[in-house]
């Protein structure tokens, strides 16, 4: 966005286009959309697609005609939930979109590219809105405890902010609804932020939040179960975001597990999916499950020291170039540049292996990955020992 961003140049060039506003709840979509509307001098008509039915839109579309035709004012339609649209109401947008009769603003918190037709999402700009940070949402607890006349204490307003989720609705939702609750004082307490979240929110200062967390991954790491189950209820129970939690599990997987247990990344994305499709309070059942599976799983930090191996050898020797045999060779003039011409496929070999350099000369015969004897990494290592062993030939069997 900012001040040289293009939807500040379409406001102040008075020419809007229709646009889908893509993001999660509470990060500005509506007010977004009307802020356009006003700035550019546009008329401005909302619908919403749970609600507006074929009719609605049709009405709404000759209204715009109108209005241009008779005053030269033109219309932004706004349609909130516009992926709940069907295919005829989406394909009723269309013609009056195209030809510039309407400037169409839709609004979505499901993934346009599968929610919303592909007709009309080549017809609009898609704009990506992203949950706001803790900066943005405290500006917020300010203003609107200002526009209340009402104060509130540092922890609640730490609170408020981390209760939000990125989610500006709820947090607003929230102040207002703990503002009652101060009474005639109209100041805010970490207790009346509690209550307002029906007991879900306790003390967590800034740094008791990260020590939490903290323990949560040593925990996991340790496996020990029943700490770790204990910091996750710890985490939930002071308004914890379940995505952030699932988050920290999905990173555990590789980070701690790993190839020990490769399912444990399966069971931390299945639980991130099942966080998001399920929410609270039912989610922290899921979440209790990944947790536990991964703090009983075998531990393997081998994928952790091996990408941090290249990334320092990359680093300290920029980006070696691609050996001849491993280039593309899928043109007319690659064979005289030499490209491609001694690669070995391995499917024409025995066990689909054949043994061949891959890495650039820089960095050749360098050990990045180190296996542990731990879990199913174990047996994998195992196999590839075998076949890098002095003692096999070119094509990985036995040297006779």
């Known amino acids: 966005m900012g001040p040289q961003g293009p939807l500040r140049r379409f406001v ?12 999660p709840a509470g990060t500005g979509k509506t007010t977004l959309a009307r802020i356009l509307a006003s700035a550019a001098g546009y008329e401005a008509e909302s619908l919403s697609a749970v609600s507006s039915g074929v009719k609605d839109v049709r009405e709404a579309i000759e209204r715009a005609r109108r209005r241009r035709g008779e ?17 005829s109401q989406q394909d009723l947008l269309l013609p009056a979109t195209e030809s510039g009769e309407i400037v169409l603003i839709g609004a979505t918190t499901e993934n346009p590219f599968f929610e919303v037709n592909a007709a009309l999402m080549s017809r609009t700009t898609l704009w990506r809105l992203h949950p706001l940070d803790r900066a943005a949402l405290a500006t917020l607890v300010a203003r609107g405890l200002e526009l209340k006349s009402a104060s509130a204490d540092e922890e609640a307003v730490e609170a408020l902010v981390a209760s ?10 929230t102040l207002e609804t703990a503002i009652v609750l101060a009474g005639a004082s109209r100041h805010v307490g970490l ?31 340790g496996s020990d179960p029943d700490a770790a189950l204990y910091w996750l209820v710890t985490l939930l129970e002071s308004g914890e975001s379940a995505r952030f939690l699932a988050r920290r599990l999905v990173i555990l997987a590789s ?22 499709f399920v929410g ?51 043109y007319a003039a690659a064979a005289n540049l030499g490209f491609g011409v001694e690669y070995r496929y391995p499917h024409d070999f025995d066990n689909a292996w054949v ?27 195992a196999r590839w020992r075998e076949r890098t062993s002095p003692d096999q030939g070119s094509n990985g069997a036995p040297v006779e």
């Open 71 to 87: 005053f030269s004012q033109r219309t932004v339609i706004f349609i909130d939930e516009v992926h709940r649209f069907n295919k």
């Open 12 to 23: 102040e060039d008075r020419q809007l286009v229709s646009m889908i506003l893509w993001g």
């Open 164 to 173: 939000g989720e990125g989610d500006a609705r709820s947090v607003l939702t």
């Open 355 to 381: 043994a061949q350099e891959y890495l650039p000369e820089a960095v050749a015969g360098q050990r990045f990955y180190e296996a542990t004897g731990h879990g199913a990494e174990a047996g994998l290592a």
């Open 191 to 221: 207790e009346h932020v509690a209550r307002a979240r029906d007991g879900r929110l306790y003390h967590q200062s800034r740094d008791t939040h990260y020590d939490q967390v903290s323990a949560l991954i040593k925990s996991v790491r």
């Open 255 to 276: 980070e701690d597990v790993g190839l020990a247990d490769s399912n444990a990344l399966v069971v931390a994305e299945a639980a991130a999916r099942a966080v998001e």
């Open 280 to 330: 609270l309070p039912e989610a922290r059942l899921t979440l209790a499950h990944a947790t536990l599976y991964l703090s009983l799983a075998p531990k393997s930090n081998s994928a952790t020291r091996a990408l941090g191996a290249v990334t320092a050898a990359i680093r300290a020797g920029g980006v070696a170039p691609v050996p001849a045999h491993l280039r593309d060779s899928h």
